[in-house]
């Protein structure tokens, strides 16, 4: 069956460093893969989608990797705040199809 | 513009209650979403409509749940005889563009639903 797994339930990192977070899949063929933020108590907020074709993908302090061989995504954020604090998740699309597939997320905090 | 909303933001029913939840999605958008999340999990797809249509419901547990799109713009998930594990967030999502082209999502805040 298909399975989404994202790298431990939490990260901890200092202030300035870069997060890493890890979307691993496997029994999936996505056209694309998505990256959301989510605070408690709020919906999901979408940060960046990278295509099959793409291997990379940046915004601002944000970069995505996708390495379908290894089936793989890779999630950073340089320069990390406190605010950057929150879960983020991967979700993984197929094309032409209704649903997004999401992971289970990776919770960050940024310590000052 | 305004996002996604939903409501009500929080719903506590008994157990064996029938229960609504609205979804207004942004004006114009194609595809919307309904994705229920338990706590320390991620959404879990439910059902997706692109304008009126429902084109996939595979995700609804099963038959007690159901969910329309009568006019392609407002939608509402019903559960009817509302059990224990039914209690779970539920999120709705729209998409300016029809689902497996490549659209971000935008997320309403969830309806949190407690059935005692």
């Known amino acids: 069956s298909q399975k989404i797994e994202q790298n431990s339930e939490a990260l901890n990192i200092q202030e300035g460093k870069t997060a890493t977070l890890t979307c691993n899949y496997t029994?999936?063929?996505?056209?694309?893969l998505q990256w959301y933020r989510q605070d408690p108590g709020r919906g999901p907020v979408f940060l960046l989608l990278?295509?099959?074709?793409?291997k990379e993908k940046r915004k601002e302090r944000l970069k995505v990797t996708f390495d379908t061989t290894l089936k793989q995504s890779l999630f950073h954020i340089t320069a990390s705040q406190p605010a950057d604090s929150a879960t983020y998740l991967c979700a993984l699309d197929a094309a032409n199809a209704g649903k997004s597939t999401f992971g289970d997320g990776t919770t960050l905090t940024v310590k000052p | 513009g305004a996002g996604v909303s939903q409501s009500p933001r929080y719903k506590v029913a008994k157990r064996g209650q029938d229960v609504a939840l609205r979804c207004d999605p942004i004006?114009?958008?194609?595809?919307l979403f309904w994705y229920q999340q338990a706590l320390g999990q991620g959404p879990e797809f439910l059902t997706y409509f692109q304008n009126e249509a429902q084109l996939d419901k595979s995700g609804l547990p099963s038959d007690r749940f159901f969910a329309e799109r009568p006019e392609g713009s407002v939608s509402t998930l019903k559960i009817q005889r509302t059990q224990q594990e039914d209690s779970a967030v539920y999120l709705c999502a729209s998409s300016l563009v029809s689902s497996g082209t490549g659209g971000e999502q935008y997320f309403g805040p969830g309806t949190r639903l407690t059935v005692t």
């Open positions: 029994n999936y063929s996505p056209a694309y």
């Open positions: 004006s114009g958008h194609v595809s």
């Open positions: 990278i295509r099959e074709n793409e």
